[in-house]
């Protein structure tokens, strides 16, 4: 065989990403059963809405304890004056962007395979943006006047500092959260539609009614549809990007050892993808087994999203690897401590720990025996997580306390406020996530219809 | 005034997409015009046959994210030159570089709002009632049922004539749809 010819083979047939003997019928059926017949809830629904709940009230707790008491009782203080509330704000932004990611980006790449993932990929989004967005608001330390980061005209006749990147971050996270909330809710209202038609209670009919907003599938509509769909994920790519931008334009701005580079903004960008599918990993390998969507969500899913953890993985790898060399090269001996600090200094354990989670962990996602294991999957996304959770921590407190001046060094630990509100989060995360796979279907369902051969149009009957 | 006819329209329901593709193109080349099609997917031969004209949509999004980004730079341009000059680290009042990331938010925030209010306006959506729900079976538009629905207003629509229409397409059944 001649190499041209060898070059014009069909590549091998790629698996399928849907389960084979599924119909238009089966799939609306399967994935709104799991909404509507309510007898079905699995009891693991009720295990993990449980945990998260009893989370979720520790967060109540903290955060009266903290508007009672002042943020002296987080760990903070000069000269670490940005502690867990900065890192577990830029730890759930980064995951809220896998999300976005997956419904835009893989959209306007025609990638079908995110069809099955992307609706509780976006909802992991929004709420991930809620925990994040509890942190600035709670850290101002008087909570009550967070309406002052907004511009209004008030009668101290002042504005926000609009040459600060903390305002940039109001921006660009209300926006982010709005935008996300948008095409989230653009994308479920022919699955509300769908819900409102099969619901068999009165109640289940007026309020997925209601939200469905009369949607009757007119082809008419459907043009208009697909069009704002399109336009949506074409405006959502570059605000994802520019949202762990301006993220890390706090850090970058400042002329702080360690933050001060322009490498931060795609390395940020790269970070906040590879968290944010590890995340989405880390929820569908559970989901799929215990609501049986094994049919939707296929070993092909998961593979694919190993792929893409281990591809943003060695980006945020070759991130390290620049900022140390920078450090070096700069000349600067601030930068050079500061990198020399992170290996040796008090920290040195966490930084060590981040390159195990991040850097090396990863690597066994070479392995297609890897990939197909979701065990081993499951594992190293729990190793991602924490190295995540692990740089935002390194970043922020190594070169806050030991900067310029040895004289006004100092070490921050976490207290257990600080600790009890990080758990917090996750437990406000958790119940709002257990409460989407109760009410709303967690796979879009008129997207896993459009995969079948039946959607495709084969007009037989006119010949 | 013109008389409101006595019924919405008649509605067929094909249980395969080809059917209603080649019964809704026959329709229209039998000159109806005032119809709708009804699916569970979004498709695409249909949007071609029934839209027809190219959207206003995208337009009216470029406007949105115009307006929206001229806002975004104009409330930082008001407030930071003319309302509230103050000298930060030496910078110019109008340090234009750093109001861009609130311009490109706002201009992203614009785009995605008219977006959404867009596709809902030109969809006329909220719609709390539309008769098309009155035949029992358009439940199943929303599954794996697939409806063409041509509509009295149509000047060639005749209660007889158009059934007579509809049913030489083989569909599972037709009905009349009560205003």
Redesign the interface.
Known sequence: MTPEGHALEEPPPRPPLIGPGH???SI?DKISAIVLERRRTPLAWFIGFGIGFVLFLVLMVSITNLLLRGIGIWGPNTPVAWGFGIINFVWWIGIGHAGTLISAILLLLRQTWRQSINRFAEAMTLFAVAAAGLYPLLHVGRPWLDYWLF?YPNTM?????????L??DV??VS?YA??SL??W??GLI?DL??L???SENRAGRAVYG?LA????????????????SL??AG??T??VV?VHT?VS?DFAVGIVPGWHATIFPPYFVAGAIYAGFAMVLTLAIPLRRIYGLQDFITMQHLNYMGRIVLATGLVVAYGYTMEAFMAWYSGNIYEQFMMINRFTGPYRYMYWSLLACNVVAPQALWFQRVRSSTIALMVICMFVNVGMWLERYIIIVVSLSADFMPSSWGLFTGTRWDWSMYVGTIGLFLTLFFLFIRFLPMISI?EM??MLP?????????A | MRQRPPIYGLMAEFSDLGELVHATRTAHESGYRHMDAYTPVPVEELGELLAGHRSHLPLLVLLGGILGGIAGFALCYWTSVIDFPINVGGRPFNSWPSFIPITFECTVLGAALVTVLGLLALNGLPMPYHPVFNVPRFALSSRDRFFLCIEAEDPLFDREETRRFLERLVPRQVSEVDH
Do not use: Q
């Open positions: 119909t238009f019928g609306t511009p006749g002042m504005w926000p500092n609009f040459r600060s990147p305002i940039w921006f660009a926006t709005t935008v948008l095409f809710y653009v022919p539609a769908t409102r038609d099969r209601m907003m009369g949607w009757r599938g007119s082809a008419r509509h459907w043009h208009r549809y697909e069009l704002a336009l949506l405006l959502a570059p605000l520019s301006i334009f008129f219809r459009t039946e959607a495709k149009v084969e007009e037989e009957s006119a």
